[in-house]
Structure formats: structure tokens, C-alpha cells
């Protein structure tokens, strides 16, 4: 079968029902057709680039910059990221009701792309300049909503156009993409730290220039002529909430990540202050450690991501792997953490690398086998699963900024209470996505 999915003739409409030249399953469902390699290789390269911009500010800029403007306050780090969190928390179903509804010539989800991409720039001016904490707390909350609409709409385009026979290969191919763009950002940044600007704009422009590449390069079909519903405010509100009940595998798939990406935060928010309270370094020396410790997890996490995104895929079977991906994360937590100096650190985060490329890949997929009303609402239901990582965002830093407390001993924050609470929420993510039944 020839694959046209980046013509305007081979392209269905997610609103609309799945051409002929879809394919029938065993239980009788019409899948969609394959995407060619284009597709999915200007995927990646557009979801590498949102993480290079959007997280190398948690990997190290933000830490950087809370150390400059508030010395000794290191608390602030949470309460800006939990911040940031909340509002997406609050606007991104909004959004994806919005990208649903949208009507162009463009396509339903470009705009928002391009849109997210200038909100994303003017975030990495206002934290490179900011002058007070209040100010990078701000920037960072523009960040999150810029960025955080350019990521949505990228995995919306998966929830449209993916077939469930390749969505564990991409999600492996964006899992791995998506969690060595910060380690890519810390080496980009590494011999800039002095300079803000510098700092926050090297990440931002790869950022720029890859999603650009996507949306100038990947064909999607006009949605002028797409079906759409009245709505209003009510009617908005509405489609935040959904019946649990209704869709018991989402509903379990929507838990699981919500325990994992709880401790996942935990973990990552204050990995900076981590290694240097226990290396006895500055934070600023802290980014040439990360990104040696990080340019060596990059195999692990190639390993994790593309091993379970592929394997569940020719396996047929998602929920070991989502657990297996827990089991590690957690395992590697557990030897930084408790292990003797460097050698368990380097080892822990290893294997934690290994960890989360698995869980992310295959979960992603996962998500995409459960989600409900693809035709018509995939943006709205991704919405909703956005609430699974913005509250652990949201709420996680805040409440590792009083986990941190809890025994400290003057100066000495309480990180390893901080990270045996992460290893048991990844480890009960993983758990819970055992109970889906409509997926293996």
C-alpha cells in the first residue's frame, strides 16, 4: 500500500471517519494508515527541540538563576516550577478544546504550534532578565504555557494520525528524543553559565528552529471545510470533567501517570541542589557534573525508550514494560540516594535513565490505545491526561520543599527521605496500569 500520509490526498481528517485504504484489525476496528518516515523523524526532531527549550530551565538555567537572585533560598526553585505547573494545570483542556475546534487552512494544530513557539520565546527574555524572583517566576509561567501548547499539539498530531501499530515505535523514537534534549541543553549551555541570556536563548533557538521544521515540512490537511460544534462557556467548562466510569482503562492509564510523573518530580526538581549538597559543590559547578553524568545516560535512556517502545510493539503488550519502567526509575533512586559517593550516583542515575525512557515511551503509547473520542475530541481527552503530569508539577515541588525540611539539620535539606517517597510513587505508577484490560 502506498503511503501518502504527508499528502494532502492521504491525510483523514481526525473528525472525519478513516479512509478506505485503513486497515481492519482482528476485533474488527479500522485502523489508520501507517505514517512514513517523514512524519515520524520531523516528530522527534520538533519534540527534542520543545524539551531542549522547555526543560533545560529545570535541568540547570532555573537553578542558576534562583541561586543569583535569592542565594540560600533554593525552596524558591519549587515554588516557581509548582507555579508554572498549576496555571497549564488550569488552561491546557482549554487549549486542547481550543486546537479541536480550530478551523484554518493550516490545519487544526500548526497555529497553535507557531503560536506556542512566540509565547516560548518572550518566557526565555523574561527569565534571562528577570531582576527579582517574582519576575522569573512569571517567566516561567509564559514558559509553560508556550511550550507546554507546542508539546500538546505535537502529541495531539500523534492521538490524529498514528495507527496503534506504530504508536510504541514513535513513542519510543519522542520518549528517547524527549529526555536527552535537557542533557543536550546542559552541554549546549555548559560554557555560558555567566551569561543569562546566553543560558536560556542557545536551548530556545534549537527549540525554534526544529518545531518550525516540522510545521513548514509536515504536510496537515485544511480543517476548513471539518464539521464543529457549538459550544459555549458552560459547554467549555463541561469538557473539563469526564466519567471516570465511562472509561475505566483511561481512567487507570490517567492514575498511573499521575503516581510516576508525582515522583518523577520529586526527583528532577532538585536534582541540581541534590548533587551539590552531596558532592559539596557549588550549584553553578553542579551543570559541568550533570552533563557528564548526563551525556553517559543518554545510552541508558536509548536503551529503556527505544527498547520498550519497540518491543511492546512487537510484542502487542504495553503494561510490563510501563511496570518495568517504574521498578527501574525507582531502583536507581534508591542507590543514588543510599549508595557510598559518586560510583551510586553515577550507577543510580543510570539505571533512573533507563527507567524513565521506558515508562515514558511505552505509557505514551499506552495512552494512545485508551484514549476516548479520538475523532472528535482528541485534544480535549489529551487536556485531561495533562492534568496527570501539571498536578504532580504543580503541587510536587511544593511539596518536596516541605519533604526537604522534614529532619533537616541546619543547611542539610532531608534528600533522602525526598527521594524514598519518589521511588514509591513511580513504583505504584507502574502498578496501576496492571488493572487496564483492554490493552496487554
Do not use: C
Not at 367 to 390: C, K, N
Request: glycine letters at 12%.
Amino acid at each position: 500500500m502506498t503511503n501518502t500520509s504527508d499528502s494532502p490526498e492521504g491525510v483523514a481528517p481526525a473528525t472525519l471517519p478513516v479512509p478506505p485504504e485503513g486497515l481492519a484489525t482482528a476485533d474488527g476496528k479500522v485502523e489508520l494508515p501507517k505514517v512514513n518516515a517523514r512524519y515520524i523523524w520531523f516528530m522527534v526532531l520538533a519534540q527534542f527541540g520543545v524539551f531542549m527549550a522547555f526543560i533545560t530551565p529545570i535541568a540547570i538555567s532555573l537553578a542558576i538563576r534562583v541561586a543569583e537572585l535569592a542565594p540560600g533560598h533554593e525552596e524558591y526553585l519549587g515554588y516557581i516550577t509548582g507555579a508554572g505547573a498549576l496555571f497549564v494545570m488550569l488552561t491546557s483542556p482549554f487549549m486542547g478544546i481550543w486546537s479541536d475546534r480550530t478551523r484554518t487552512r493550516f490545519g487544526r494544530r500548526r497555529p497553535f504550534m507557531v503560536g506556542g513557539m512566540v509565547v516560548g520565546v518572550v518566557s526565555l527574555l523574561v527569565m534571562a532578565l528577570a531582576p527579582s524572583i517574582v519576575v522569573l517566576g512569571l517567566g516561567w509561567v509564559l514558559a509553560q504555557w508556550g511550550w507546554g501548547t507546542v508539546l500538546s499539539n505535537l502529541q495531539i498530531s500523534t492521538a490524529d494520525r498514528l495507527p496503534e501499530s506504530q504508536r510504541g515505535k514513535v513513542a519510543g523514537l519522542t520518549g528517547f528524543a524527549t529526555q536527552v534534549a535537557p542533557v543536550f541543553g546542559v552541554i549546549a549551555t555548559f560554557g555560558v553559565t555567566g551569561n543569562a541570556v546566553l543560558l536560556f536563548l542557545i536551548p530556545g533557538a534549537v527549540g525554534v528552529i526544529l518545531v518550525s521544521l516540522f510545521v513548514l515540512l509536515v504536510h496537515e490537511a485544511d480543517a476548513r471545510a471539518l464539521p464543529r460544534e457549538a459550544i459555549g462557556v458552560a459547554g467549555v467548562l463541561r469538557k473539563y470533567l469526564y466519567n471516570p466510569a465511562k472509561y475505566p482503562d483511561f481512567s487507570l492509564n490517567w492514575l498511573g501517570r499521575f503516581l510516576f510523573y508525582g515522583g518523577l518530580t520529586l526527583n528532577t526538581t532538585f536534582t541540581a541542589f541534590f548533587f551539590a549538597s552531596r558532592l559539596g559543590v557549588t550549584v553553578a559547578e553542579v551543570a559541568g557534573i550533570i552533563a557528564a553524568l548526563g551525556g553517559a545516560g543518554v545510552l541508558a535512556t536509548t536503551a529503556g525508550a527505544l527498547g520498550g517502545g519497540f518491543l511492546s510493539d512487537r510484542l502487542k503488550r504495553r503494561r510490563i514494560f510501563v511496570l518495568a519502567g517504574g521498578a527501574l526509575m525507582a531502583l536507581g533512586m534508591m542507590i543514588m540516594v543510599l549508595g557510598p559517593g559518586i560510583p551510586a550516583i553515577i550507577t543510580g542515575s543510570l539505571i533512573v535513565s533507563a527507567g524513565i525512557g521506558m515508562f515514558a515511551a511505552v505509557d505514551q503509547a499506552l495512552l494512545l490505545d485508551v484514549l476516548p473520542e479520538r475523532e472528535t475530541d482528541a485534544g480535549r481527552f489529551m487536556g485531561i491526561t495533562g492534568f496527570a503530569t501539571s498536578i504532580p508539577q504543580a503541587l510536587g515541588p511544593l511539596a518536596a520543599s516541605g519533604v526537604l525540611l522534614i529532619g533537616a539539620n541546619g543547611d542539610q535539606k532531608n534528600y533522602t527521605l525526598l527521594y524514598i517517597v519518589a521511588a514509591a510513587l513511580v513504583l505504584a505508577g507502574g502498578l496501576v496500569v496492571q488493572r487496564i484490560r483492554s490493552v496487554r
